[in-house]
């Protein structure tokens, strides 16, 4: 069997599914008319499982891309990222936060362009901004609170 991206993603993708499965198991499922805390995390969970059942699958049929080394300059700036995003979102606010997000998280292409960056950055915070304060009434703090 040949190591392919197929078939280290569908791994991957089974892991998490199961882990989140067996981790969200005592949460009550409910039903579909009145759905509990476990509901949607049973049924996310489950799909990731089976994407990647599917993807193991694919991998043993058809050929796929082959695994070569790993990037370490898009992986670092991602979690990068990522991580400083969870740190900083109570204290520096949302906004703050989500353009260092984004300028992160391009900087991981080499091909990094300031015009470019600042545009995505203020669309994807204003789509995200909208999404969760108007749409979903979440409490997040815009702005830091000196």
Do not use: C, H
């Amino acid at each position: 069997m040949r190591l392919s991206t197929d078939l280290v993603t569908g791994l991957l993708f089974v892991s998490l599914g199961l882990f989140a499965i067996v981790y969200g198991w005592n949460y009550p499922l409910g039903t579909p008319a009145r759905i509990g805390p476990g509901y949607y995390p049973m049924l996310v969970s489950s799909g990731l499982v089976l994407l990647g059942l599917i993807l193991v699958a694919r991998s043993l049929f058809a050929p796929g891309d082959r695994i070569e080394g790993i990037s370490l300059r898009p992986l670092l700036f991602v979690l990068t990222g990522t991580i400083l995003f969870g740190l900083l979102v109570e204290k520096a606010g949302f906004v703050i936060s989500a353009i260092l997000v984004v300028v992160l998280a391009r900087l991981a292409d080499r091909d990094f362009r300031p015009l470019e960056v600042g545009l995505l950055a203020l669309g994807l915070v204003s789509f995200v901004a909208a999404l969760f304060w108007l749409g979903l009434s979440l409490p997040l703090r815009p702005f830091p609170q000196w």
